[in-house]
Antibody
Framework: EVQVVESGGGLVQPGGSLRLSCSAS????????MDWFRQAPGKELEYVSA????????YYADSVKGRFTISRDNSKNTLYLQMISLRAEDTAVYYC????????WGQGTLVTVSS | DVVMTQSPLSLPVTLGQPASISCRSS???????????LNWFQQRPGQSPRRLIY???NRDSGVPDRFSGSGSATDFTLKISRVEAEDVGVYYC?????????FGQGTRLEIK
C-alpha cells in the first residue's frame, strides 16, 4: 500500500526555521519525482517545490525561493523541506505527493508561524 | 503562471440532482508529451485532498462512476450525475502541464 507520512511541523516564530520530512513506502520512491504542496487555513492548495527522482533538479515557487530547500534521501525513502526565514504567510498544512500522478496524499503536517 | 479559473465557487445541490463544475486555464494544457495533465481533486471537510480524475477523464480506483471528467486544451468540466451526501466538500482542478503547477480556487459543494 502506498503511503506518505509528513512530519516536522509545529509552531515557530517569524524568522525561524523548520525541517519537514516525508517518509514514503509502498512504491519505488527513488524512481519518482516528488512535490511539496501547502494549504493555508481556509485557502486553496498551493504548489511549493519539486525535486527530480535522483535529486539533481529542484524547483521552487517564487513565494519560497531562496528560503526553502527541497532534498531527498533515496536510501531512506524520505523527502525533506528545509524552511528558513519563515513568515506568517507560510502558515499552512504541508503535503508531500508523488509528482506527475498526485495520487496519494498524506495527512500533512501543520506549520504555524506566529509570535 | 497558468491561471486556473473555476466556476461556480459555491454550488448548492439537492440530493440526487446533477452537478457540474467548470475549469478554464489561461493557456492550453496539452503537454509536449501529448498528455493533458488536468486533474480533479475532492477535499472533504477536515481531510486531505483526494484525486478523483486524472488526465481530463480518467477516474481513479474507488471513485464512484457518477463522477466524470471531460474537456480539452483550456476548457474542462467535472460532472456528478447524482449528488450524494458524501460528495460535500471542495473540488479543485489542477494543471500539471506547466511549471509551476497551479490549482483553481476551489468549488464548495453543499447540499441544498
Amino acid at each position: 500500500e502506498v503511503q506518505v507520512v509528513e512530519s516536522g511541523g509545529g509552531l515557530v516564530q517569524p524568522g525561524g526555521s523548520l525541517r519537514l520530512s516525508c517518509s514514503a513506502s509502498g512504491f519505488a520512491f527513488s524512481t519518482y519525482p516528488m512535490d511539496w504542496f501547502r494549504q493555508a487555513p481556509g485557502k486553496e492548495l498551493e504548489y511549493v517545490s519539486a525535486i527530480s527522482s535522483n535529486g539533481g533538479s529542484t524547483y521552487y515557487a517564487d513565494s519560497v525561493k531562496g528560503r526553502f530547500t527541497i532534498s531527498r534521501d533515496n536510501s531512506k525513502n524520505t523527502l525533506y523541506l528545509q524552511m528558513i526565514s519563515l513568515r506568517a504567510e507560510d502558515t499552512a498544512v504541508y503535503y508531500c505527493v508523488r509528482s506527475k500522478s498526485w495520487d496519494y496524499w498524506g495527512q500533512g503536517t501543520l506549520v504555524t508561524v506566529s509570535s | 503562471d497558468v491561471v486556473m479559473t473555476q466556476s461556480p465557487l459555491s454550488l448548492p445541490v439537492t440530493l440526487g440532482q446533477p452537478a457540474s463544475i467548470s475549469c478554464r486555464s489561461s493557456q492550453s494544457l496539452v503537454h509536449s508529451d501529448g498528455n493533458t495533465y488536468l486533474n480533479w481533486f475532492q477535499q472533504r471537510p477536515g481531510q486531505s485532498p483526494r484525486r478523483l480524475i486524472y488526465k481530463i477523464s480518467n477516474r481513479d480506483s474507488g471513485v464512484p462512476d457518477r463522477f466524470s471528467g471531460s474537456g480539452s486544451a483550456t476548457d474542462f468540466t467535472l460532472k456528478i450525475s447524482r449528488v450524494e451526501a458524501e460528495d460535500v466538500g471542495v473540488y479543485y482542478c489542477m494543471q500539471g502541464t506547466h511549471w509551476p503547477y497551479t490549482f483553481g480556487q476551489g468549488t464548495r459543494l453543499e447540499i441544498k
